[in-house]
């Protein structure tokens, strides 16, 4: 069974502080620093691109997970790995040619991942799945933080348990969307290895604790409710 691993979402995080936000997530015990590049197109927000990225990597310590929710990601791929992107995770509606995507990040020394908004069916993603380090589940739309985990996405999570199993695939399976002390132990049950969190981290007076909590997790386990 794979160690859980807990990615905080910097959306989240007091941008104004960003490095204080940085080296709290690292003390709590984080594994990796999930950041969310959204362009105004293939999700109508927007939030940073490589400059931001290049930031953080100046002071972190921890991989960066950078999740790519932008038109035709091949664009810019070089852009993200020269900020020092360790992980770059696209998703499979925004590429024109998904295997062209896939094969210019691994060039760039990058592992690969591609994830899928709540509507795709995970089908869309299969001829892929010996391509990638990481599959990332969408349990929301994508675009916001803020809103509410959708437990039938955790199919997707089953499957990819599955299809890993079935044919000997090495890849993670991580999900993004909703995740708290509430969702956390039914995602973990269908399959997920990294858990996403935003707000349920950076908002929990008890950081380190549900840090620990969440790496706790194993299939069948709860996390202990809130005081």
């Not at 905080?8 to 594994?31: I, K, T």
């Not at 996405?153 to 499957?159: I, V």
């Amino acid at each position: 069974m794979r160690r859980i691993q807990v990615a905080p979402s910097l959306l989240s995080s007091n941008f104004a502080r960003l490095e204080d936000e940085v080296r709290r997530v690292e003390r709590a015990g984080a594994d990796l620093l999930h950041l969310d590049v959204m362009d105004g197109q293939f999700v109508p927000n927007i939030t940073f691109g490589p400059v931001v990225i290049s930031a953080v990597k100046r002071v972190a310590k921890l991989p960066l997970d950078v999740h790519l929710m932008i038109e035709e990601p091949l664009r810019y791929v070089r852009e993200f790995a020269n900020a020092g992107a360790d992980h770059l995770i696209v998703h499979v509606e925004a590429c024109r040619d998904v295997v062209a995507t896939l094969d210019a990040i691994h060039a760039q020394g990058v592992a690969a991942g591609i994830s899928l908004r709540p509507g795709t069916p995970f089908e869309a993603i299969e001829e892929y799945l010996d391509r990638v380090a990481t599959v990332l589940v969408m349990t929301v739309e994508p675009g916001f933080g803020g809103q509410a985990y959708r437990p039938e996405q955790e199919a997707k999570l089953r499957r990819a348990r599955e299809l890993r199993e079935l044919h000997g695939f090495e890849y993670d399976i991580e999900v993004d969307g909703g995740i708290s002390r509430a969702t956390a132990a039914s995602s973990v049950a269908a399959g997920a290895e990294i858990l996403v969190a935003g707000s349920a981290l950076f908002g929990d007076p008890d950081l380190e604790g549900l840090i620990r909590d969440f790496h706790s997790l194993r299939v069948g386990a709860e996390l202990r409710p809130e005081a």
